[in-house]
């Protein structure tokens, strides 16, 4: 099961057709017994128009703060492709604790990217 989470002013359409994946506005639900906490960064350009009222507001609904990270497995791991906008969709204190492999998962994004490229483009594993 993989629930994604999002205003619905920035949820895409279709989701239901998505099998496995489930599609929720509310984000404590999302998070209820995951293994996995992935955080995308959400632009500030959406917040200057009609899609979001306030980063306070989203922030308050959709931010990643330490109660709402017990609502997943004791040990799951949150993760970030960066960058992170802290405070508005991540604490600090998450994105830097523990269960944190952000500053890995961003560190391994071009090596990642390269070898994904490098496999469509017919190479070898």
Request: charged letters at 25%; glycine letters at 8%; a negative charge.
């Amino acid at each position: 099961e993989v629930p994604l989470c999002a205003p619905r002013t920035l949820l895409p359409s279709g989701t239901e057709t998505w099998g496995a994946a489930s599609a929720t506005t509310n984000f404590d639900k999302a998070l209820k017994d995951a293994d996995i906490v992935m955080m995308l960064r959400l632009q500030l350009e959406r917040m200057d128009g009609a899609f979001l009222p306030s980063r306070r507001e989203y922030f308050s609904f959709f931010g990643l703060t330490k109660d709402r990270l017990a609502l997943a497995k004791p040990d799951a791991t949150v993760m970030h492709p960066g960058p992170m906008n802290r405070g508005i969709e991540i604490e600090s204190a998450i994105a830097d604790g523990e269960q944190s492999v952000i500053t890995e998962q961003v560190e391994m994004g071009v090596a990642v990217r390269e070898a994904v490229l490098h496999l469509l483009a017919g190479g070898r594993a």
